[in-house]
């Protein structure tokens, strides 16, 4: 919608857009600059007061707002001491500026135009070092909620004039700001193109969950892989080092994440901390993360398989055999403390975090110990799924955490119904959720650098080794 050369129907019609008579928080101030009139938009609680202030008070010396064909353009580039400032005849555009938390400014000899100031400001956090991805040594800041302040911590970490933030806007009712980052000549020009046509096709009103209303919408959902479709980081330093590695980011206003694309399922098992140690112990670190991790897929289903079928065991491994029963069979065992571990996982989550550490840690000794006291459980159940338990947190994606418990109660399930046929089933069907997990991957697959091929990637991934360029 444009506006029209009338200073008095463009105000009506601004009022008529956003009913400031109606909200509180939206204020519509009007102002004499000598002889003429101006009236100004803008949000309490987003706008800079103590730089309005002085902005209007500057306004307030002046002798009158200029004339001619481009007064907006002259009042702009001539009296409007701020860093931020354009133009536009774009009511859309004025309105949307408003209402992110900008000030728009009508003049009475504009005409159809207005001028626009970026004073905004958001409610923010401090930049401290995010709780879920914490490193022993390194940086200590983090990605907050606010668009600007993410770009700037990249910014100063690479001060390349190759890298580039393009402005994107998301949702017909939230506009919610967003970017794409990369590094121009490293990342796939192909890709960043495709990834910005694809955003640009997004039809959905709004993202309240931030990227992961982001992420349903470049993707699809496909409920029944519960595979992470998208990494994310919360460390601008990790999110660096993916820059420099020619991957693009997604940052999304209002989440304190990055996306990292293109995605596959082994670089979830990288972590910061290892390139903060040397080359030997981050590799030594890195081999016993996918080591240990991976045994929590196939650990307990490997054990419950030799259990029911004690002839495929070698006589070196019978030690392995539990000594009693419970007086429930061992695969309700095993499902019902799968469930008593997410339940203490809930429990602890609505706790206060003064008592959530001792709640986790009491509740999970006391249920443990009483389960096997009264013959519930057998003392192997509780050994290994306290394994798998903790064995989870060696890599930081909760995500993919669950997505593994998903697959290992799945290749249980077919274990304990088809023996030996069922876990080759229960491993097919898994080869096969990860091989055609959706994702915004481009040339590559999932399973890249596995499929296709790429030994340099595939070493780069399980080892921490320089790379070459």
Not at 265 to 272: G, M, N, R, S, V
Request: net charge neutral; with cysteine.
């Amino acid at each position: 919608m444009q506006l029209c050369n009338s200073y008095a129907d463009n105000v009506r019609a601004f009022d008529e857009l956003l009913r400031p008579d109606e909200s509180f928080d939206l204020i519509k101030r009007r102002l004499f600059i000598g002889s003429d009139e101006a009236t100004f938009y803008y949000i309490d609680g987003f706008v800079k007061d103590e730089i309005m202030q002085k902005l209007m008070q500057y306004f307030l010396g002046l002798k009158g707002l200029p004339r001619g064909k481009d007064a907006a353009k002259q009042f702009a580039d001539r009296s409007v001491p701020y860093v931020e400032v354009e133009v536009t005849g774009d009511m859309s555009a004025a309105s949307t500026l408003v209402l992110s938390g900008g000030v728009a400014v009508f003049g009475e000899t504009f005409g159809a135009s207005v001028v626009l100031i970026d004073a905004r400001t958001y409610p923010v956090r401090s930049v401290e070092e995010p709780e879920s991805d914490r490193v022993m040594r390194g940086a200590r800041d983090g990605f907050v909620e606010t668009l600007i302040f993410n770009t700037a911590l990249l910014r100063r970490r690479i001060r390349t004039p190759k890298l580039r933030v393009v402005y994107k806007s998301v949702g017909k009712e939230s506009k919610t700001d967003m970017a794409i980052v990369y590094i121009e000549g490293v990342a796939d020009g192909a890709y960043v193109e495709k990834l910005s046509n694809k955003l640009d096709a997004i039809d959905t009103d709004c993202l309240p969950m931030g990227h992961e209303s982001l992420a349903e919408c470049l993707i699809g959902k496909k409920w029944y892989n519960p595979f992470p479709k998208i990494r994310s980081t919360e460390r601008p330093d990790a999110a660096a080092a993916q820059l420099a590695e020619g991957n693009v980011l997604l940052l999304c206003d209002t989440s304190p994440e990055a996306m990292i694309l293109p995605t596959a399922i082994l670089d979830f098992l990288q972590e910061t901390g290892d390139y903060y140690f040397p080359p030997l112990t981050g590799t030594y670190l890195r081999v016993v993360r996918h080591i240990i991790f991976w045994l929590t897929l196939f650990l307990v289903p490997l054990w419950y398989l030799f259990v029911t079928e004690p002839h495929l065991l070698p006589h070196w491994l019978e030690f392995v055999l539990p000594r009693g029963s419970g007086r429930i069979p061992l695969i309700a065992q095993l499902f019902l403390v799968e469930f008593m571990i997410d339940g203490l996982k809930l429990a602890s989550m609505n706790t206060p975090s003064m008592l959530a550490n001792s709640l986790s840690v009491v509740g999970g000794l006391i249920l443990g110990d009483f389960a096997v006291d009264i013959g519930w459980l057998i003392p192997e159940v509780i050994l290994y799924m306290a394994f798998v338990t903790i064995a989870n947190f060696t890599q930081p994606s909760f995500e993919l955490g669950y997505a593994f418990k998903f697959m290992r109660m799945l290749l249980l399930a077919a274990t304990a119904l088809f023996g030996l046929w069922g876990f080759v089933i229960g491993l097919i069907l898994i080869l096969t959720l990860i091989a055609t997990n959706a994702t915004v991957n481009g040339k590559h697959s999932y399973l890249y650098p596995l499929i296709p091929f790429n030994p340099r990637a595939l070493c780069r991934l399980l080892f921490r080794v320089k790379k070459s360029r």
